[in-house]
């Protein structure tokens, strides 16, 4: 008799939508991330499922159940959290302890116990939701480092399910995950699961060696032996939604507005770069580049910009107060110092635009600078390259964010290295327009093919052979 295929769950610490107070009254909308994009022709698909934190702490019961009610008929189950839950769980624990030590920086962690006690008791709800809604024939696929300890909690109750789970920050050096005085619950955590991927082959081997010098276990074909079951470990580059984001940089509108940003900025030179506010994206090493470049390079003075966009993040965590303060002051210092009535070199905004101004911004730059010190993947380099099908442009890109396995026609540059950054400024500023077009169809191709829906194919596609092997059934 054939067998039951069972639905698909998707879990995130977040779900794909903002929920907004406007007069008292609570505007639900549609994220517009790329995962969610990828992700959105499966959970929005039959009775398949999203689960995850709906980003907002309602008032009271009518509250919760109007967003309930609400998200229900989209296919998405919320769990609410309370402010000490979020503040335990997700800005103590996930992003003091879990985030500093993915991103090599361990002497940023702060191991607080009752922060880990939140981690437990919040994955543990969330395992007891999910617990709810699912049976044995599902397949269910946990994303992020939020959620380490959830795939081994599901299996505990239903030990038949299929388990997927995507880290999207780096999986670090074993003897640096060794660091968290917790590093054996959480690494068993995640390997309830029956697949588990990162965005390079440096994190998988990370994570092995974290497995076999940590837990002693031992290493089969790049695969994992734990308690008779084999867990499989992948490599799975994200990707982005490239029709989306090439396909706005066509459109007459935006076309438009990036000509008023070039024109705005009387067709200087225009350097962007886009990233959230965090000490690993290396915007502190990028300002000083910048002005290296305008010190030994004085023929660029008055003759290019950097505009910087920092999205506010966790800016009420004292780390990320700093690294404000530190950028303000840089930034404030380089233009009194550099600037005059008719040039402003760096242009910064602390905020976030609507995607079609995102693109505008793509469009009109000429270079896109990235210069994390440690990034999973880095999504605004492969958003760039698409967006870049009509003009011309060059990325700058460190060798040390994921993406720079992937685009290897960009300019790669250590972003420790002042020089580096700096040299590579004046290189792209100077490249010949053969050279940019050159590069960046080849980095189109790449970022075209290997787009947000290959990604999700591949992690499936996998899942699925892992589920027959199993003898279970498999439907999407
Ligand atoms: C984590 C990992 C990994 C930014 N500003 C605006 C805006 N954005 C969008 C970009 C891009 C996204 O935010 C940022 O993605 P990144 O990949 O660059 O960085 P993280 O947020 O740190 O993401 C990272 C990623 O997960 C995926 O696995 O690549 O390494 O750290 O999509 O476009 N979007 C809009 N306005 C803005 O002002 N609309």
Known sequence: MKKQAGKILIISNRLPIKIERQDEKLVISASEGGL???????????????????????????????????????????????????????????????????????????????????????????????????????????????????????????????????????????????????????????????LIAFHTFNDTQHFLDACTHILGLSIFNNNLQVSGRTVYVEVYPMGIDFEKFNALSKKKAIKARSREIREHFSNRKIIVSVDRLDYSKGILPRIAAFEDLLLRHPEWKGQVVLYMLVVPSRDTVDQYKRLKDEIDRKVGNINAAYGNNDWTPIVYFYTSYPVEELVALYRAADICLVTSVRDGMNLVSKEYIACKEQTDGVLILSELAGASKELIDAIQINPHSIDQIRDALSQALTMPKEEQHERMAASIALVKKFNIHHWVDLFFTKLKEIKMQQGKDFAR
Request: charged share 20%; with cysteine.
């Open 36 to 194: 969610a994009t990828g992700l959105g022709s499966i959970y929005n698909k039959d009775n398949n499922l999203w689960i995850g934190w709906p980003g907002i702490v309602p008032k009271d019961q009518a509250e919760k159940d109007f967003i309930t009610e609400t998200l229900s008929s989209l296919n998405l189950i919320p769990i609410f959290l309370t402010e000490e839950e979020i503040a335990g769980y997700y800005e103590g624990f996930s992003n003091e302890v879990l985030w500093p030590i993915s991103h090599y920086s361990p002497t940023y962690a702060n191991y607080n116990t009752d922060n880990w006690h939140c981690y437990q008791t919040v994955n543990q709800k969330f395992a007891d939701l999910v617990q709810l809604h699912c049976s044995n024939e599902d397949t269910v696929w946990i994303h992020d480092y939020q959620l380490m300890l959830l795939p081994h909690m599901i299996r505990q109750k239903k030990e038949n399910i299929a388990i997927g789970y995507f880290q999207h920050i780096p999986f670090p050096p074993d003897e640096v995950f060794r660091s968290i005085p917790w590093r054996d619950e959480l690494l068993r955590g995640i390997l309830g699961a029956d």
